[in-house]
């Protein structure tokens, strides 16, 4: 595995190459940008942000939302992955910011992971996102590419993941990182087997992986 030091400049390096990139979900409220994230579990962002803006003209709010009936929502949001258990979450979720917090969308991990559909990932990408909270959250992308440059060990799990960069990086840095290492899982990580990568970066942490483990 590379040392911390080493995965700072990794991910360093990967923002130079990346240039600036930010959230790619497509919302105008934080309550609309929860239900974004919840639909885009298991679903690209792309998909997601074809459908939000026919839900969110039709159901722009908490009452309005938690009021729709679920075979509508499910018409509209069909072409994204697991979308039954999407439209009950998401009235869910609905009702529950409107009725119990006043349409106000938690500002805590806890808070968010309360409501339907919304796991620790979730969370994590509404308060970095929203309202600029050090979380850090880690999806497929970012997990593929941590393994692949050898922050984690290939078996680690996600909560792994993010202890990992977030107990390397200044809190300041989450979130550039967070779009960043998506971006770059997105360009990079799985594309070619390890002897036909063209990545220089991959490359390079490859070789100061194998420098690490000879002095070991």
Same mark, same amino acid.
């Given at each position: 595995?590379?040392?911390?030091?080493?995965?700072?400049? &990794?991910?360093? @390096?990967?923002e130079? +190459?990346?240039?600036?990139?930010?959230?790619?979900?497509?919302?105008?409220?934080p309550?609309?940008?929860?239900?974004?994230?919840?639909l885009s579990?298991?679903?690209?962002?792309?998909?997601?942000?074809?459908?939000?803006?026919?839900?969110?003209?039709?159901?722009?709010n908490?009452? +309005?939302?938690m009021?729709?009936n679920? *075979?509508?929502?499910?018409l509209?949001?069909?072409?994204?992955?697991?979308?039954? *258990?999407k439209?009950? *979450?998401?009235?869910?979720?609905?009702?529950?910011?409107?009725e @119990?917090?006043n349409?106000?969308?938690?500002?805590?991990?806890?808070?968010?992971?309360?409501l339907p559909? &919304?796991?620790?990932?979730? &969370?994590?990408?509404?308060?970095?996102?929203?309202?600029g %909270?050090?979380?850090?959250a880690? +999806?497929?992308?970012?997990?593929?590419?941590s393994?692949?440059?050898?922050?984690?060990?290939q078996?680690?799990?996600?909560?792994?993941?993010e202890?990992?960069i977030v107990?390397?990086?200044?809190? @300041?840095?989450?979130h550039? &990182?967070?779009?960043t290492m998506? %971006?770059?899982?997105?360009?990079?990580?799985?594309?070619l087997?390890? +002897?036909? %990568?063209v990545?220089?970066l991959?490359?390079?942490?490859?070789?100061?992986?194998? @420098?690490? %483990?000879?002095e070991?």
């Open positions: 595995m590379l040392k911390d030091k080493q995965i700072v400049w &990794a991910i360093h @390096e990967m130079e +190459d990346i240039g600036p990139v930010g959230p790619s979900l497509d919302s105008r409220t309550f609309q940008y929860l239900i974004s994230v919840i579990a298991q679903a690209t962002d792309v998909s997601v942000n074809k459908v939000t803006p026919t839900l969110f003209a039709k159901y722009p908490p009452a +309005d939302l009021a729709a679920v *075979n509508d929502v499910e509209i949001i069909k072409s994204v992955g697991l979308f039954h *258990n439209a009950k *979450n998401i009235i869910k979720t609905a009702r529950i910011v409107h @119990e917090l349409d106000v969308v938690p500002t805590d991990r806890k808070g968010i992971m309360a559909g &919304a796991g620790r990932k979730t &969370a994590n990408v509404v308060l970095s996102d929203v309202f %909270e050090p979380t850090f880690v +999806d497929t992308h970012v997990s593929a590419i393994k692949r440059l050898h922050f984690v060990e078996t680690a799990s996600p909560l792994q993941v202890k990992k107990g390397v990086l200044a809190p @300041e840095e989450l550039r &990182a967070h779009h998506i %971006e770059y899982g997105r360009m990079y990580s799985m594309k087997s390890p +002897d036909k %990568e990545c220089q991959i490359i390079d942490c490859d070789k100061l992986n194998e @420098e690490n %483990e000879a070991i």
